[in-house]
């Protein structure tokens, strides 16, 4: 259990984690706002089908065929990394590659975003009508109505989606594993090179203890999920 | 042309229109509120009520008209500038705050320093007799109890309009009666201007200065309790506030009616006396039913057939159905329509 | 108000065009024959071609492993069904306490990770039924657990919409037995709680590498891996053609799940 802990294994965890932070963190923003914008937009009908409906395929999609839709756009040879370089923008000498970091959250939020997008929609749509109006009747303008009652409201659900987004990135790993052709960083990654398959790798026992530790990272987020749920559900009625 | 007794004009509702779509939900609404008076809007659910309040609270742009508060026009002035408390059906607690951060919201957003704000909050929850109870979530809190904090919090603001939209409709009986007469009560010693929307008449007639009765977004009559209930303007008012018989008048034999008219009659002017008294009409008793102080007994007249309802005092009557009686109508009160 | 609107308006196109870009290059590589270097107006018509996806799906290989993910798929929907169904009615009726205990089992899978799933239960297994990790079939297990979040999910908002406990007393009230109170009032308002769980079950399944590789078992995903490297354009049409599949299934459910924000599922990847 230790040893997973220490050098270059403790180094995947933490690129781990804060990979899954930031996905968290952005998915978390972007979809968030999508949420609030489809609601207040609620008189195009249409509109709301369409978003809703491709959020639920955009959040299930994700492992090979995902990677593979992002290395046509932004890989080395990719579609839109020649259009940028041909009008100067070379993403290259930006420090961005797709197997990287940088390329990885990119590709994370493309079923990050459409996931906080669900869960916040509930959310979002529980926030009533009336709320608002009864706040601008005792005097508050949208800033402070924002600040004191939108957001406070919305933020279990809030912290809640950033944990199950957290998670969700922690646990992927075949986009990774795509993405970069097995040289990744990432702890699902890593546990896998130990546990090739039927082969009995001397280090297995390193697996098994990554594993763990994966585990636990999930119980303490998961748990702070379910707790937060229950407290905006109370507040929904 | 400004009105000319603006001083005792709280709220000014001008020849307001507004449509959603294809329905109208108001059209030419006249409405001026005095100072310090209760208004109530009593008419059909989605004949305009909650439109014309939501136009005064500043939720909805009339399509045309005017909205002046104390002579001045506040038609575009956004809602959260109009300085009007105002109590939703669905009570509209702000969930993740306490009782004491509910009723002090309005005053914390008009920066009013804390220590002030918790004192005038704590007074206005007394007012509503929830002492003690302002650290309790509003989940923690019944109907009544919410509905009461939702008051505290539109009267803490000291507004200059209290706006209340079917305050009660989501309580039970019991309750309802309760804070109705409570909500009369500190309407009266605050002095604030009301408008109170229901679509109970006992509701309106029990706590109302005056009362505006209103059908497909079009004002009926404005009028006091009494004269809404003993002069109804039409027939609409008539029919809809307090129970009525509608009796054809060739029924009653008396010269001066016009012949194929109805005469309206509340069932408190029909009166039951033994058979063949001078006066009275043949009749039996067709059914009855008990409501504590008074029974409401459905009487069916002999020579036409028709049936009407005669609303008695319970201890001075001992009848059954069949029983063979007189009645008398009142034909005093009646209003004929022709 | 109008401001916010635009606002609003800015956001959804923003990400909705994130949304569409990658797929628009997955499909141009998959389809077009022209290197990215030589794209340029001249050559944007040029080279479209469905050959690559022509050869690839009708090789052995990938018929193999298509035939394999869809038997996989099924009989995962199946062993699902079979297990769920009965245990979701009689939580419904029965065990309304059981409840947040389904809230932690509906997220199971993200608290377990795929990866540490068959860490756990292949070593397990490889000591007691050394065979059970040699057949195929040893997936359906895992894949009926990691699906059990989405299938379970379903089929419980779907019972939860009907209120079944008040259905079952009316039924029961009204004489009828279990057996028929099952088949002739529960089983029709269930339809589409079942419908949606298999198709999740179907999209979950069709898309999973992690567990299948690690058991070296040859499935779709498991394909593309492996022949991204000799039939590029080929594995990508497979993959964009999995992609509208489990997009296809997914919208289907969609439509009939009325109940807004009421689908959640999503793939631990
Ligand atoms: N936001 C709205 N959109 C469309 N129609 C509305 C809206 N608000 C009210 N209406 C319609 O306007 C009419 C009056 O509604 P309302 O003022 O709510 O009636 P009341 O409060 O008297 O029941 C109804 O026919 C209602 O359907
Ligand atoms: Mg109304």
Redesign the pocket.
């Known amino acids: 259990m230790l040893e997973a802990i220490s050098g270059q294994y403790l180094k995947s965890i933490i690129f781990s984690v804060q990979l899954s932070a930031v996905t968290a963190l952005l998915g978390m923003l972007f979809g968030s706002l999508v949420a609030i914008a489809i609601v207040s937009l609620d008189r195009m009908r249409g509109l709301r089908n369409v978003m809703v409906g491709y959020s639920a395929v955009a959040a299930n999609l994700g492992g090979i065929p995902l990677a593979f839709a992002f290395i046509s756009s932004l890989g080395m040879q990719g579609l839109y990394t020649k259009m940028l370089s041909a009008i100067g923008i070379n993403l290259t000498d930006l420090g961005f590659k797709i197997s990287d970091f940088s390329g990885i959250v990119i590709v994370y939020l493309y079923f990050q975003i459409p996931l906080m997008t669900l869960v916040m929609l509930p959310a979002v749509d529980g926030l009533k009508i009336t709320l608002k109006e009864a706040a601008a009747n005792l005097g508050a303008n949208s800033r402070q109505y924002w600040r004191r009652v939108g957001i406070p409201l919305l933020s279990p659900s809030l912290l809640g989606g950033f944990l199950l987004l957290f998670a969700n990135a922690f646990a992927a790993y075949a986009t990774a594993f795509a993405l970069s052709a097995g040289g990744s960083r990432l702890v699902s990654v890593q546990i896998r090179f130990f546990l090739q398959g039927n082969t009995i790798t001397g280090k297995s026992n390193l697996g098994y203890a990554l594993a763990a530790w994966m585990v636990i990272v999930m119980i303490v987020a998961m748990s702070g999920y379910l707790g937060l749920r229950q407290i905006s559900e109370r507040w929904r009625k | 042309m400004e009105d000319m007794n603006t001083d005792s004009v709280a709220l000014q509702l001008s020849a307001l229109r507004?449509?959603?779509?294809s329905?109208?939900?108001?059209s030419q609404f006249n409405l001026d509120i005095a100072s310090g008076e209760l208004v109530t809007?009593l008419?059909?659910?989605?004949?305009?009520?909650?439109?014309?309040?939501?136009i005064a609270a500043g939720f909805?742009q009339p399509d045309s008209g005017v909205v002046r508060l104390l002579g001045t026009d506040i038609t575009q002035l956004p809602a959260h500038k109009r300085n009007m408390g105002m109590v939703f059906q669905n009570y509209s607690l702000f969930p993740h705050m306490n009782v004491l951060g509910n009723v002090g919201f309005g005053l914390k957003v008009r920066g009013v320093q804390a220590s002030d704000c918790a004192e005038r909050s704590a007074a206005a929850i007394e007012r509503v007799r929830l002492g003690g109870m302002g650290d309790r979530y509003p989940h923690q809190l019944s109907g009544g109890q919410q509905q009461r904090v939702a008051l505290a919090r539109a009267l803490v603001i000291e507004p200059q309009l209290l706006l209340l939209?079917?305050p009660l409709s989501a309580l039970d009986a019991k309750v309802r009666a309760e804070l109705r007469d409570e909500i009369r009560a500190l309407q009266s010693d605050t002095g604030i201007s009301t408008i109170f929307?229901t679509?109970d008449q006992d509701e309106a007639l029990s706590i109302s200065d005056r009362i505006c009765v209103?059908k497909d977004?079009e004002v009926q009559q404005i009028g006091t309790p009494r004269e809404i209930y003993f002069k109804p303007a039409n027939n609409f008012v008539a029919r809809f506030v307090g129970a009525m018989n509608e009796i054809p008048s060739a029924t009653v034999a008396e010269g001066n009616r016009p012949p194929n008219s109805t005469m309206l009659l509340r069932p408190d002017a029909v009166t039951v006396c033994a058979r063949g008294e001078v006066g009275s009409l043949d009749a039996e008793v067709a059914g009855q039913h008990f409501g504590g102080s008074t029974t409401m007994v459905r009487l069916q007249l002999e020579l036409s057939g028709v049936v009407v309802s005669a609303q008695l005092l319970s201890r001075s009557i001992n009848l059954s159905v069949g029983d063979k009686v007189g009645v008398v109508l009142n034909t005093n009160e009646a209003i004929v329509e022709p | 108000m109008n401001r916010q609107k635009l606002w609003a308006k800015l956001v959804l196109l923003i990400v909705g065009t994130f949304y569409v870009l990658p797929m628009l290059a997955m499909a141009r590589f998959s389809f077009q024959r022209v290197p990215v270097i030589k794209l340029g107006w001249g050559t944007i018509l040029k080279g479209w071609t469905i050959q690559p996806m022509l050869d690839a799906v009708t090789s052995s290989r990938f018929l193999d492993a298509a035939w394999l993910s869809v038997r996989l798929a099924v009989f995962t929907a199946l062993l699902s069904m079979v297990l769920l169904v009965p245990t979701a009615i009689y939580v419904h009726v029965r065990l309304k306490k059981a409840r947040p205990f389904i809230e932690i089992l509906s997220i199971l899978p993200y608290v377990v990770p795929p990866i540490a799933l068959v860490v756990g239960i292949s070593g397990a297994m490889r000591n007691i039924v050394p065979s059970f990790i040699a057949s195929p079939y040893s997936l359906v297990p895992f894949y009926v657990i990691i699906s059990l979040p989405f299938s379970f999910r379903s089929l419980d908002i779907g019972l939860s919409s009907i209120d079944i406990k008040t259905l079952v007393e009316a039924s029961r009230s009204l004489g009828a037995g279990w057996i028929r109170t099952i088949r002739s009032v529960i089983l029709p308002n269930l339809k589409v709680g079942i419908v949606n769980s298999s198709f999740l079950t179907f999209a979950v399944v069709l898309g999973e590498y992690t567990i299948a590789s690690l058991l070296l078992k040859f499935t779709l995903p498991a394909y593309m891996a492996e022949s991204q490297g000799n039939n590029p354009q080929g594995t990508f049409t497979v993959g964009l053609l999995l992609l509208v599949v489990s997009a296809a299934l997914l919208g289907v459910m969609n439509r009939f799940t009325r109940k807004k924000g009421a689908v959640v599922p999503t793939v631990g990847i």
């Open positions: 507004k449509s959603f779509g329905t109208v939900a108001l809007l008419g059909p659910s989605g004949c305009g009520k909650t439109t014309a309040l939501r909805e939209d079917e929307v679509h209103m977004g």
